[in-house]
């Protein structure tokens, strides 16, 4: 299958369902298949639910921007101005919250073009450093990051239902 053109664009509170229906079906490709069905129902019923998802478009420190094959949505990013980890000592900062690309997307561009854009995004609010934070398990997402120039710079407990687990967080000079 060729690669097809992918086309990204700010999102706005009519897209919210689509963000949250993303959401779900991706973290729960992802990761369903690492933690037990128990954690997974957890995290998906009490602490990743479709209006908690909804309600997060349109909030003032997030920006999503989706990613478009055609008219298609594959994957989105979620950008966030707040609530930077201790270790980045007050530089200017963006977080990636969330880059997902739908399960049939994976390795086709979609990361690729999210990240650039992400990184463009930075660059233009003029940030001095663009982070994330990553499953310590995730090695596809982790090479994919160190690809783009992030390096680990600390830790941090992320809840999967009552799983804790531990995330890497990662970073990128600008």
């Known amino acids: 299958m060729a690669i097809q053109e992918i086309s990204i664009k700010l999102a706005d509170i009519n897209d919210a369902e689509t ?12 990761f369903a298949p690492f933690n037990t069905d128990k954690d997974m129902e957890i995290f998906l019923k009490e602490q990743f639910t479709r209006l908690s998802l909804i309600a997060e478009v349109g909030v003032s420190f997030n920006t999503f921007y989706l990613a478009y094959t055609e008219e298609n949505a594959v994957g989105y990013c979620k950008l966030r101005e707040r609530d930077n980890p201790k270790e980045l000592n007050g530089l200017k900062s963006l ?15 979609v990361g690729s073009s999210m990240m650039r854009y992400a990184v ?14 990553v499953w310590e398990k995730n090695q596809r997402a982790i090479d994919f990051y160190t690809k783009w120039g992030f390096e680990i710079f600390g830790k941090q407990i992320f809840v999967l239902g009552t799983d804790l687990q531990k995330d890497w967080l990662m970073k990128k000079m600008l």
Do not use: N
Request: charged share 20%; net charge positive.
């Open 95 to 109: 977080e990636i919250a969330r880059i997902y690309a739908t399960a049939m997307m994976v390795g086709k561009g």
């Open 19 to 30: 963000i949250a229906d993303i959401s779900r079906q991706t973290f729960y490709e992802t």
């Open 120 to 133: 463009d995004v930075a660059v233009q609010k003029q940030k001095q450093v663009i982070w994330l934070a």
